[in-house]
């Protein structure tokens, strides 16, 4: 077991009162980059290993939904799609590099933050909160934000981080020169504190945007020392896994995963021993933002959510990276405590979508939703009851391609035509493509009702610009 640092310590998360909050109640937005749900995993599988005491902590003071997925498995499409509340396959919103304000139903639309800040909320925020989605500065009463972190000296740390346009850093890792207190993240959740500290005569909507775990992944020398090489285990991997799948995807990891590179060097334990010190590093933040929060007169009054915008593989389907419409890059962290209606210990196993946020905190904090604008579904009935029956809301689309995951299966159409059909309770690491299997014949049929076909996918928005899948 990994000995937790002193400092790491989960900060106390107190179980909520069930008496009736003080309304409106406040909204406290946290976003961490790139995280992938081995936290969520079971013991004898990651969760032992991920030294993340306070997201952990968070989850169990109110409802951790285990399955929730991204709207799209790259930062702008999925960050449009949370503060906009319009999914890509309207807004045509697939790829990062793309101008979001080429889309006319973006254009029109009104971020999360200027709806509450119309509703008279006060609205601050820092660090990466949208990325390519052009939320109009008078939606803030305070924004935070400064250049990414200096290079350490003699880069790449890791000895090759040269990713395959030539391009240094892109796949980089190591110890950090900087004290971390002059880290950027360590300087969001500051403000996010301070922002905390004040004295509000209105309701507030806070959000704080955490950069790490996307890479590359400096972190100062102590993160490192809580994963020893030794207990770093390498996922399951099959050498053959990407010979059923779409030649769409294929090409796409033979594009951009780093993974070849990697094991070619014998690095894999060095590269997940660095993304974990990252999520460490990204939790003593969370933590501090929520220890700031525990630490105000506002506690008892303030909705607390946090999500990543999706997930990262290292090393399954033989991919180093996101972008694809798999389990690793879909699967996405989503927690929501709520004074007066959740209690500590709830989990939900239903299938919900992180586009379900937008249209969750405007009914609970009794904010009008902008009309026709929401492609989401309030998660207010699961916060009352997390077991409820629901449908499943897990669609992602990433380069008009699109994915449906339900409690059994995967199913991905690629604009291609290509299908891939997966029983993930029998297969849970997605190695076989049973598009073809006539035993499914009923299941697949169903799920290509439930997806939009292509015929109502919105074309891509405007001209992609430089590179993406950053």
Known sequence: MVIVSPLLVPHPIQAQSQSEPSAPPNVLFLIVDDLN??????????????????????????????????????????????????APWRSGIYNNGYPTDASLVIRDSISLPGLFRQAGYYTAGSGKVSHGYKIPKSDWDDFFNQFKDPKPPNVPLNGWAADKTGRVLTADWGPYHLPKEEINDWKFADFAIEQLQKEHTQPFFITCGIFRPHNPWYVPQEYLDLYPLDEIVIPEILESDLEDVAPKAQRLVQRMSFLPEIRERG?????????????????????????????????????????????????????????????????????????????????????????????????????????????GTSLVPLLRNPAEPTPSRAISAFDSDISIRTERYRYIRYSTGFEEFYDCVRDPYEWTNQIDNPEY??????????????????????????????
């Not at 968070?58 to 960050?79: K, M, W």
């Open 37 to 86: 749900t081995w936290l969520l995993e079971d013991a004898d599988r990651y969760s032992g290993r991920v030294v993340a005491p306070n997201i952990k902590g968070l989850a169990e003071s109110g409802v951790n939904f285990v399955s929730a997925y991204t709207a799209s498995p790259v930062c702008t499409p999925s960050r449009t799609a949370v503060l906009s509340g319009i």
């Open 267 to 375: 690095l894999h334990k060095e590269g997940i021993q660095a993304y974990l010190a990252a999520t460490t590093f990204a939790d003593e933040q969370i933590g501090r933002v929520l220890d700031g929060l525990e630490a105000s007169p506002y506690r008892d009054n303030t909705i607390v959510v946090l999500w990543s915008d999706h997930g990262w593989h290292l090393g399954e389907k033989l991919h180093w990276k996101k972008a694809t419409l798999w389990e690793e890059s879909t699967h996405s962290l989503l927690m929501i405590r709520v004074p007066g209606l959740t209690s500590a210990g709830q989990v939900s196993e239903q299938f919900v979508s992180l586009l379900d946020i937008y249209p969750t905190l405007t009914e609970l904090a009794g904010v009008e939703p902008p009309e026709g604008q929401l492609d």
């Open 441 to 470: 014949k009923e299941a697949i049929e169903e799920l290509r009702k439930r997806v939009p076909s292509p015929s109502e996918m919105a074309p891509e928005a405007g001209k992609k610009k430089g590179r993406s899948q950053t």
